[in-house]
């Protein structure tokens, strides 16, 4: 059934070419029909480190298929739903989903709601981070639009109420305010880029994985006076609960395991049942963009709050814990991202950008003193990882080129120079942590 859809998916995709299509025989009079889709085909290869997929070879792994379709019942209604479809490494493999499907009710131009499957407001680009025509870059910058949890915080189901504000008083104006606030939860995957990840993190070979609650407030503020310049703001929290497996050296480790229980471990006498509680998961983003003519200069800031919580089911006199450790074990961790970058359109037919990005994966640790820690506890358990400085942060340096070959057909050209291995994955290298090198290099390329 999925090959069936697919194939479908893919001739409607090919075929409607991105147009509007009116059927207003078939509804009111003022009613439209829009369809649209479109399908992408990447290719990426890193010098070094494989990322998100197997690219120190080179991966065609790398395609989006979308197809969509709205319809304007009245004035104020609308109903709409996307079917997605993604190839990334070993997450997506071409399944079709529902990307996102709702009712859209607009009561006032300062008051509407969305109910259903929604695009998660964050930043001031998550809602259309999916959306290849809009944007001269293949991957939006990391360090804030996080490719790791992409499938946690792109969409969930629930409510968005959503307004349009001209704050105006008399002669004085203080620019628009648009505003959404959600409420609902995600449907993560348990085989999905979530969960890739928390297991790559060495806690917990993940087996299911849901949300409990998801929210987020976001305000975007059109400044007076000077056309093209904008400030958006944005919240979001959510919480995880995921169940799974482990008999991770790197838990039991900072669980404080006894060198006898460690052996346990180590000879998988006991692989463990462990519950692993991303009890407050917090994002909040400060964005910047001015528009002046073709030429276009974003900035954005983002800081992840998060609070874990990991129970290894088992018992204490089977996995013996050194005094004064506990299980559960509880973290509480603040990584911060940002990146600046610029962007020109020379003529109807190329556009380039220039993006400069740095993530740190404890923003009280910027020199990465707490990975060393790590490593220095480890050491009785030499040859199974390595951990390095440089895997507390991740710096890019990125030129992104566009190319329009018609209004229907587009190509991108990408490079990468990155210092550090913050968002490198131990699951995709064979020797884990052993494998990354601190300088190298991403070259990507896009049909679209």
């Known amino acids: 059934m999925k090959k069936i859809c697919l194939a479908i998916f893919i001739c409607l995709t090919f075929f409607i070419n991105s147009y509007a299509i009116e059927f207003d025989d078939f509804f009111e009079e003022e009613a439209t029909t829009e369809i649209h889709g479109y399908i992408s085909q990447g290719y990426m290869q890193t010098s070094r480190n494989n990322y998100l997929a197997d690219t120190t070879g080179g991966t065609f792994q790398m395609k989006e298929l979308a ?14 739903v996307q079917l997605f479809a993604m190839d990334l490494g070993d997450v997506g ?35 259309t981070r999916d959306v290849d025509a809009i944007r001269p870059s293949i991957f939006l910058p990391s360090s804030v639009y996080i490719p790791n949890i992409r499938d946690s915080i792109v969409s969930g189901e629930g409510v968005v109420a959503y307004g349009y504000v001209p704050m105006e008083f008399g002669a004085l104006s203080l620019g628009n305010i648009s505003y959404q606030g959600f409420v609902g939860y995600s449907e993560i995957p348990n085989d999905g880029s979530t969960a890739k990840y928390i297991t790559s993190v060495g806690v917990i070979d993940t087996e299911k994985i849901h949300s409990k609650n998801s929210n987020s407030i976001w305000v975007l503020w059109e400044l007076p006076y000077i056309e093209g310049l904008v400030f958006a703001r944005t919240r979001l929290c959510t919480s995880l609960v995921v169940s799974g497996k482990t008999n ?12 006898i229980g460690q052996l346990l471990v180590d000879k998988k006498v006991n692989v463990i049942d462990a519950v692993y509680r991303l009890h407050r998961y917090e994002i909040d983003v400060f964005s910047l963009e001015y528009t002046w003519d073709d030429f276009i200069i974003a900035g954005e800031y983002s800081v992840v709050e998060s609070h874990r919580i990991i129970k290894a089911i088992t018992d204490k006199e089977l996995i013996p814990l050194k005094e004064g450790y506990t299980n559960p074990y509880t973290q509480s961790r603040y990584s911060e991202g940002w990146y600046i970058n610029g962007s020109y359109r020379v003529n109807e037919y190329y556009q380039f950008e220039l993006c400069y990005s740095e993530y740190y994966a404890n923003m009280h640790d910027k020199k990465g003193n707490e990975m060393m820690d790590i490593e220095k506890q480890l050491e009785p358990l030499k040859g199974k990882t390595k951990l390095k400085n440089f895997n507390a942060w991740q710096k890019e340096t990125i030129i992104s080129n566009r190319f329009d070959i018609n209004e229907n057909w587009l190509f991108k050209f990408e490079y990468h120079y990155v210092d550090g291995t913050g968002y490198v994955m131990n699951i995709d290298n064979p020797d ?10 991403l070259f990507a390329a896009k049909m679209t």
Request: charged letters at 20%.
């Open 432 to 441: 884990g942590f052993n494998a990354s090198d601190r300088y190298w290099h």
């Open 93 to 127: 493999n071409n399944e079709v989903t529902l990307d996102w499907g709702f009712a859209d009710f607009k009561w006032k131009s300062y008051l509407g709601m969305r109910v259903g499957k929604i695009k998660v407001p964050c930043g001031l680009y998550n809602e």
């Open 67 to 80: 197809f969509n379709i709205s319809q304007e019942i009245t004035s104020r209604l609308r109903l709409g």
């Open 248 to 259: 991770d050296f790197y838990l039991w480790t900072l669980m404080g395991v006894t060198p």
